[in-house]
């Protein structure tokens, strides 16, 4: 069994940052790709940002330059820094992880429980 857990999330002004985490923990061979993704009120979940083990990463256009994705593989975390804030990007944020697992090394795909981003005066 494996769990992502984030945290980070909060109430910010427009122009504020905030910093989240989701650290993964269970039976963790290793992990590939993980990523940041995010559900407004009456809308689709959708990618924020993912970051693959090589490194290699994509992000929303609506985040680019703003938000910044980056991993500790030692610790098994993901992080997503998010400046400059918008009301645009209230909503509950989530982790995602494709985990191979141990023991039997089956590659599996997990999500965190999310949690809330609200930017408002």
């Known amino acids: 069994q494996v769990q992502p857990v984030e945290s980070g999330g909060g109430l910010v002004q427009p122009g504020g940052s905030l910093r989240l985490s989701c650290a993964a923990s269970?039976?963790?061979?290793?992990?590939?790709?993980m990523g940041w993704y995010r559900q407004a009120p009456g809308k689709q979940r959708e990618l924020v940002a993912r970051i693959s083990s090589s490194d290699s990463i994509n992000y929303a256009e609506s985040v680019k330059g703003r938000f910044t994705i980056s991993r500790d593989n030692a610790k098994n975390t993901v992080y997503l820094q998010m400046n400059s804030l918008k009301p645009e990007d209230t909503a509950v944020y989530y982790c995602?992880?494709?985990?191979?697992?141990?023991?039997?090394?089956?590659?599996?795909?997990?999500w965190g429980q999310g949690t809330q981003v609200t930017v408002s005066p």
């Open positions: 995602n992880a494709d985990v191979r697992t141990w023991p039997g090394y089956a590659t599996l795909n997990y």
């Open positions: 269970g039976s963790i061979s290793s992990i590939y790709g």
